[in-house]
């Protein structure tokens, strides 16, 4: 089956850098769109970080200017480089592939199962 395995989460100062990766598993023939998602605790989902199979990019006003979104298309891995954090951001990170073509099938949306990231001094 299609499943997308999240790396890189951890512990970090204020002001320092992750980078998380996320890979997707199995016979893969195309991704539509790739994001990163995060929730804190006691608040909903968000969405932080989009990027299209062409590359056309998007982020939530929150982290412009200190995440950087990207993806490798032959190895159907999407990545997020997560600079100047903060302890806001602190959050389960999740990463999601929307209209996927496999060859177990087609599949509108798949979730990875979150990598915790935490930010505190």
């Known amino acids: 089956q299609v499943q997308l395995v999240e790396s890189g989460g951890g512990l970090v100062q204020p002001g320092g850098s992750l980078r998380l990766s996320c890979a997707a598993s199995g016979t893969i023939f195309s991704i539509n769109d790739m994001g990163w998602y995060r929730q804190a605790p006691g608040k909903e989902r968000e969405l932080v970080a989009s990027i299209t199979s062409g590359g056309s990019t998007n982020y939530a006003d929150s982290v412009k200017g200190r995440f950087t979104i990207s993806r490798d298309n032959a190895k159907n891995t999407v990545f997020l480089q997560m600079n100047s954090l903060k302890p806001e951001d602190t959050a389960v990170y999740y990463c999601?592939?929307?209209?996927?073509?496999?060859?177990?099938?087609?599949?509108?949306?798949?979730w990875g199962q979150g990598t915790l990231v935490t930010v505190s001094s």
């Open positions: 999601n592939a929307a209209r996927v073509r496999a060859g177990v099938g087609w599949f509108y949306e798949v």
